[in-house]
Structures are given as structure tokens and as C-alpha cells.
């Protein structure tokens, strides 16, 4: 099992910046792949981006390539999503996710958060 508990969440401006992180605990953080997903009311979630244990490989919706960054620190066991240029479209609760391999698809993923809610305004 691995337990996840998403934080930084809250209302900016558009054009502003949050980082979201994500603090793991359980089984061994460093042997997952790890992502960030976001769903809006009424909408089904999407995957936003996504990186290798090592961090040596990371995907991206295109949506948010050069302006989300995703990270990790395995030692501290915590995921980090750096979004800058924030849009109101981009408006939803954002989960993040273990999985043993990367992958784009929610349904790739065993373990999730209860999610942070993210709320751009206009």
C-alpha cells in the first residue's frame, strides 16, 4: 500500500503560479512511477503529467508543456507539481497517483490521493 496526501492547492489569479505536492507514505515511494491528474466538475479526469522513479523520463499533456513541472525527491518521499501561466479553464481538483510503470491512462495507476482543489479565477 502507499498512502498519498496531495497539498497546495487554492484560488489564484490567471497568469499566477502554484506548486502542488504530494507527501507519499508506505511501501517504498522510490519504485513508483508517479503522476498528477486533474478533473473539473463534469468532466472526466485527465492526466496532466507523469515521471519515472529515477525522474529520468517525463511525459506531459500538451496543454501545460513549458509552463507545469513535475518533480520528486524519493529521500523525502514527496511529488511536486510547479504550474506557472495558471488559466481559469485549468480549474479542478488535482490528484496525484503511484503506479509501477508510467502511463498516461488513470487506470495505469493503483494509489491516489484524496486530491487538492486548484481554482483559477478570471
Known amino acids: 500500500q502507499v498512502q498519498l496526501v496531495e497539498s497546495g492547492g487554492g484560488l489564484v489569479q490567471a497568469g499566477g503560479s502554484l506548486r502542488l505536492s504530494c507527501a507519499a507514505s508506505g511501501r517504498t515511494f522510490s519504485n513508483y512511477a508517479m503522476g498528477w491528474f486533474r478533473q473539473a466538475p463534469g468532466n472526466e479526469r485527465e492526466f496532466v503529467a507523469a515521471?519515472?522513479?529515477?525522474?529520468?523520463?517525463?511525459i506531459y499533456t500538451d496543454s501545460v508543456k513549458g509552463r507545469f513541472t513535475i518533480s520528486r525527491d524519493n529521500a523525502k518521499k514527496m511529488l511536486y507539481l510547479q504550474m506557472n501561466s495558471l488559466k481559469p479553464e485549468e480549474t479542478a481538483v488535482y490528484y496525484c497517483a503511484a503506479s509501477t510503470r508510467l502511463g498516461r491512462q488513470s487506470a495505469t495507476y493503483d494509489y491516489w490521493g484524496q486530491g487538492t482543489q486548484v481554482t483559477v479565477s478570471s
Open positions: 515521471l519515472t522513479p529515477s525522474s529520468d523520463f517525463k
